[in-house]
């Protein structure tokens, strides 16, 4: 059973994903998470902020979950980013193809503050850093594996908004081609 406060922090997500920070309001995650007015600020005292990067942070959590889960059994990179790649794409296809990088809809599209800057900037890192090590382990050295790891983000990032615009998760799935 989920607590309240993983309850609402998914369910914002799910909506910022769909609809950006600014097209989320709280009484439509307050519907979406079936919960009171009361419990939002109780668990997030600072309203919509807080509850926006505690959304990215589960989103962070699960997409390094699908990392590892993609490279832990790869015979190599290119298996690992293949893998990768179409579990992204399901996952857009889950979705329909209405929703964005789960965690760029939401802080890249928020308050232009710090605080979203810095908790970007730190899970963009850890994407890179774990896809990284994978490809060490998979027999890279430490400088290509880094160099790989930030090309597939910086590619992925962009054929997730060209799959959202084209509303077509094959452009997730044709990335491995482009980048291995």
């Known amino acids: 059973m989920t607590d309240t406060r993983t309850k609402l922090a998914i369910e914002a997500g799910f909506l910022f994903q769909q609809k950006g920070y600014h097209g ?9 998470a ?13 309203g919509k902020a807080d ?10 959590r699960e997409v390094l ?3 590892d889960a993609s490279f832990d059994e790869a015979d190599d990179y290119t298996d690992g980013v293949t893998t990768f790649c179409y579990k992204l794409a399901k ?23 710090a605080a979203f800057r810095e ?7 850890r994407w890179m850093d774990r896809i ?13 594996a880094s160099s790989a790891a930030k090309r597939l983000f910086l590619s992925l990032e962009g054929s997730w908004t060209l799959a959202r615009a084209r509303s077509d998760s ?10 291995c």
């Open 24 to 32: 989320v309001g709280l009484a439509e995650v307050l519907e979406r």
């Open 34 to 46: 079936g919960v009171p007015k009361g419990s939002l600020y109780h668990h997030f005292p600072n």
């Open 51 to 60: 509850l926006a990067l505690a959304a990215a942070e589960i989103a962070a």
């Open 65 to 67: 979950r699908i990392i």
């Open 91 to 113: 996952y857009f296809d889950i979705h329909e193809g209405k929703i964005g990088c789960p965690v760029s809809a939401t802080l890249h599209g928020g308050p232009d503050n």
């Open 119 to 125: 908790a970007l900037s730190g899970i963009f890192a």
């Open 132 to 144: 990284s090590d994978h490809a060490q382990r998979l027999g890279q050295s430490p400088d290509e």
């Open 170 to 179: 094959n452009v997730i799935r044709e990335l491995p081609a482009l980048v």
